[in-house]
């Protein structure tokens, strides 16, 4: 079955701290893997998005990924975290033989202390 | 990136009346629209697959007789919740999907709160 598992529902650091939201996933096919930001009352906006390639994805804002296929995990960091970076954060998987649907984990909500 | 645009972005309606949810592409052609629900602190969950020219695809336990939807053209789908009633209050996203590029574009979402 396909599924996204993000095992943290919440997370909390302070301003200036590193980040890394973890994101698991079961496909069967060749996955596309994307993480989402949500703010609240608000729409998704894409980070970044692995496709093939280079397993190391950078995306907006300072964020990256690293796919690793031997462990299933899509796993979201950044350096040094903003307090404007708090949202809600969602993994997502589809593929082209799913006509792009995605799948997405539960979210993580990212709190951070000033 | 391309932007796609959802309206309403709030609306109130009254126990048993129909709501009307627009997703528009606004500059490119969406051979494809998704719709998602979202409850309350939860993540999004597929409600049906919209292609251009045919009948939605709706996704298990998805009442299709409730969500109407209709892709009438490549920059245009619409949700319509029929009779609606207090438990279909929710957050409903669209997005849209060309095949020229795998990444599909969200609307900003259309907060419903039926009263």
């Known amino acids: 079955a396909q599924s996204v598992t993000q095992p943290d529902i919440h997370i909390t650091v302070s301003e200036g701290a590193s980040l890394e939201l973890r994101c698991n996933y079961s496909y069967g096919a060749t996955p596309y893997l994307f993480w989402y930001v949500q703010s609240p009352g608000q729409g998704l906006q894409l980070l970044l998005k692995?496709?093939?390639?280079?397993?190391l994805v950078q995306g907006i804002k300072g964020f990256e990924a690293e796919f690793k296929r031997s462990q299933s995990s899509f796993n979201l960091r950044k350096p040094s975290v903003h307090w404007s970076d708090a949202a809600e954060y969602f993994c997502?998987?589809?593929?082209?033989?799913?006509?792009?649907?995605?799948?997405f984990g539960s979210g993580t909500r990212l709190l951070v202390r000033p | 990136g391309a932007v796609v645009s959802q309206h309403p972005s709030r609306v109130i309606c009254k126990s048993g009346t129909s709501v009307k949810i627009e997703c528009r592409s606004l500059d490119f052609q969406a051979t494809t629209m998704f719709w998602y629900r979202q409850f309350p602190k939860q993540s999004l969950m597929l409600m049906a697959t919209?292609?251009?020219?045919?009948?939605?695809?709706?996704e298990q336990g998805v009442e299709k007789d409730k969500f109407l939807i209709n892709h009438a053209s490549l920059t245009l789908s619409t949700l319509t919740v029929t009779s609606a009633h207090p438990e279909d209050s929710s957050f409903y996203i669209c997005?849209?999907?060309?095949?020229?590029?795998?990444?599909?574009?969200f609307g900003q979402g259309t907060r419903l709160t039926v009263v």
């Open positions: 997502a998987v589809g593929g082209m033989d799913s006509s792009y649907k995605l799948i």
């Open positions: 919209s292609n251009e020219g045919s009948k939605a695809t709706y």
């Open positions: 997005s849209a999907h060309t095949r020229m590029n795998t990444e599909a574009f």
């Open positions: 692995y496709f093939s390639g280079d397993t």
